[in-house]
């Protein structure tokens, strides 16, 4: 998009110049970013006497895919800590959005009394990091004996303060008279909310989840306290325990291994990329 | 509202009536999120707070206040101060790095057509992983011994480089791994405050004489792109400060104790060593830490969510 001003041959050959070097920028730092990602795909279909070869290939002399994968899923049980992973970070979407749309409606289009104070509530709770609770908490499960179960991971996030704040400021754009009409219609504010307003939030509600989910998939620290039984674990503390173990220097493995961790959210991103990108965008926050 | 009841013509009664349906509606509506907001969040800081003023151990029958000994205990805790000297390198290396690597690919990228989807991709591809698989692959590249990254400084000409267990060196390494996981996520924000910058402004650059991307980037991209900027630092410095997970994977910690970061040290006093009242105490310290950040970074949000 050059200008209407006469461009001079010297501009176009600097067109050309920055193309080139834009291009040569992003490509050596793409190499960068997907180094990690190719290394592990290449290493988990390699022999263990190939992977560390002084030349690097993209594709092994032997294929040992088969072997790796087997062994990986002989000594972790992986499947199973996506399954884990698929149920804590479902019951916790599920119960955020049930907590606090209701809640966010309220704050939005309600007037009742302890609003504001409410209010400020969740504003003080979006600034503390979700670490700080985590001790209390810790104490609390251990003294009602819950430690080592899918509701413990779940539990100290079911409240999203973030949801609340987001669906709040999407609400608010929602037109009264709409709400108006429907109450004089005999509509009750629970199903206003559900079936009325909440379909026309589903783009705040799609980012929220991604949001969410991305966030719960990959999170240590909480189920790293919380759990200590493998039948529990999710993809993180699964891949933490299985390097952790002695299989943990069989290298071809341990790239399966980490293979099958990754896929599911990495697939779901490569199928819905806009989603992913406009989620991010829309909510911003870690 | 009240005023649109007023326009539909109701009778104060049904107003009234009205007024009472939403106040019960309302109250019915924000219990639920009341109610877990203080079970998971209030009052957990409130005993937080409590205890790093007493000498509890979990299991312990009976407890005594010890005033501010945690704390003094803390600030002459050799560990804690190396944590949070390490922590604060980590994140002088992260904030920066992450922030302007991040709007130097936003602004190649968004001048793409073609391959902009493509390079979109890529960079953002390390958010969506699992950084703790990813964080074993790293360990095999930057292996001393057997590691490509090393065969290929090898192969250049240089020494091989102990990255992970050279005491020096551990903490950038981390922050390179960093830089790697948050680098995408970063330029998709930057991506979505550049296309909010109107296409005139370049134009009128362009008729001023500002037609060189130098000047461009100074007169237009730059003061233009300053809120995402500064909101991007804000989230970089929050997520950096709460480094754990490659330190918890890769390192231990070690070598001899170069790579403790605060969050880490809360870990290992709070849920290894179950010191529960000095583990509050760090986390206290941690809190007012990022507490600054969150409260801008809330303020940010404000601002930016609307629609």
Redesign the interface.
Same mark, same amino acid.
């Given at each position: 998009?050059t200008?209407s001003?006469s461009p001079g041959r010297h501009r176009v050959r600097r067109d050309w110049l920055?193309l080139l070097l834009?291009?040569a920028?992003?490509l050596t730092?793409?190499v960068?970013?997907?180094?990690?990602?190719v290394?592990?795909i290449v290493?988990s279909i390699k022999p263990p006497a190939e992977?560390?070869e002084?030349t690097?290939s993209l594709w092994p002399r032997n294929f040992y895919g088969v072997q790796n994968f087997q062994s990986a899923l002989t000594t972790a049980p992986l499947f199973r800590f996506l399954v884990n992973g698929a149920i804590v970070c479902g019951g916790i979407l599920v119960v955020q959005l049930l907590?606090?749309i209701?809640?966010a409606?309220?704050?939005a289009k309600?007037?009742?009394?302890?609003?504001r104070l409410?209010f400020a509530?969740?504003?003080?709770?979006?600034?503390?990091?979700v670490?700080?609770?985590?001790?209390?908490?810790?104490?609390?499960f251990?003294q009602l004996g819950v430690l080592n179960t899918y509701f413990s991971m779940m539990?100290?996030?079911?409240?999203s303060?973030f949801a609340?704040?987001?669906l709040r400021?999407?609400f608010k754009?929602y037109p009264?008279?709409i709400i108006?009409a429907a109450?004089?219609d005999g509509v009750g504010?629970?199903e206003i909310?559900w079936r009325i307003v909440v379909p026309s939030a589903w783009p705040a509600i799609a980012a929220f989840a991604v949001f969410s989910v991305?966030a719960h998939?990959?999170d240590?620290?909480w189920p790293?306290?919380v759990i200590s039984d493998p039948k529990l674990a999710t993809?993180?503390?699964g891949?933490?325990f299985f390097?952790d173990s002695e299989v943990g220097s069989n290298?071809g493995a341990?790239?399966a291994?980490?293979t099958i961790?990754?896929a599911p959210?990495?697939i779901?991103?490569?199928l819905a990329?806009r989603r992913?990108?406009a989620g991010?965008?829309?909510t911003?926050?870690? | 509202?009240?005023t649109?009841?007023a326009v539909?013509g109701r009778v104060p009664m049904g107003r009234r009536n009205?007024?009472f349906?939403?106040?019960?509606?309302?109250?019915?509506?924000?219990t !639920?999120?009341?109610i877990?907001?203080i079970l998971?969040?209030?009052? !957990?800081?409130v005993?937080?707070g409590v205890?790093s003023f007493t000498n509890y151990e %979990?299991g312990a029958v009976a407890f005594n206040s010890v005033g501010l000994k945690n704390f003094a205990a803390a600030m002459q805790d050799p560990v804690i101060r190396r944590s949070l000297g390490n922590t604060l390198l980590y994140v002088a290396i992260v904030v920066p790095a992450g922030v302007f690597?991040a709007m130097?690919?936003a602004i %190649?990228?968004h001048?793409?057509t073609k391959?902009r989807?493509f390079?979109?991709?890529?960079?953002? %591809?390390?958010?969506?992983?699992?950084?703790?698989?990813?964080a074993?692959?790293?360990q095999?590249?930057l292996?001393p011994r057997?590691? !490509?990254i090393n065969?290929?400084l090898v192969s250049l000409g240089f020494e091989r480089v102990p990255f992970l267990s050279e005491p020096r060196l551990v903490i950038p390494t981390l922050a390179a791994i960093g830089v790697?996981q948050l680098?995408?996520?970063n330029m998709?924000?930057f991506?979505?405050g550049l296309s909010a910058i109107p296409?005139e402004l370049?134009?009128a650059a362009?008729?001023d004489g500002a037609?060189h !991307?130098v000047d461009r980037f100074l007169k237009v991209t730059w003061p233009m792109l300053g809120p995402t900027t500064m909101?991007v630092t804000i989230?970089t410095f929050?997520?950096a400060f709460?480094v754990?997970?490659t330190v918890?994977?890769l390192t231990h910690g070690g070598p001899m104790g170069s790579s403790e970061t605060l969050?880490y040290a809360?870990?290992l006093e709070?849920?290894q060593y179950f010191h529960?009242s000095y583990?509050?105490t760090l986390?206290l310290i941690? %809190?007012a830490f990022?507490?600054v950040f969150?409260?801008a970074?809330?303020f940010f949000?404000?601002r930016?969510?609307?629609?």
């Open positions: 998009m200008t001003l920055s834009s291009h920028v992003l730092g793409a960068f970013m997907l180094l990690p990602l290394f592990m290493s992977i560390f002084a690097f907590v606090a209701p809640c409606y309220a704050l309600l007037n009742f009394p302890g609003k409410l509530l969740v504003v003080l709770g979006l600034c503390i990091p670490q700080a609770p985590a001790l209390p908490l810790y104490i609390a251990a539990a100290p996030f079911f409240l303060v609340i704040f987001l400021q999407f754009s009264d008279e108006q109450r004089l504010e629970l909310v991305v998939w990959n240590l620290y790293l306290i993809p993180p503390l891949m933490m390097a290298y341990l790239s291994g980490a961790i990754t959210l990495v779901a991103f490569l990329r992913f990108i991010i965008t829309m911003g926050i870690k | 509202m009240s649109a009841t539909h009205q007024q349906i939403e106040s019960l509606a309302g109250i019915g509506f924000a !639920p999120a009341l877990l907001l998971t969040n209030l009052a !957990p800081l005993v937080l205890l %979990l690597l130097l690919i %190649l990228v001048r793409r391959s989807s390079y979109e991709v890529i960079y953002f %591809l390390p958010v969506t992983t699992t950084l703790i698989a990813m074993t692959m790293w095999f590249l292996h057997l590691g !490509p065969a290929f790697w680098i995408g996520f998709v924000l991506l979505a296409r370049y134009e362009d008729v037609s !991307p909101f989230t929050i997520t709460k754990f997970d918890a994977v969050l809360v870990y709070g849920f529960l583990a509050a986390t941690f %809190l990022t507490l969150s409260v970074q809330t949000l404000d930016r969510v609307h629609y």
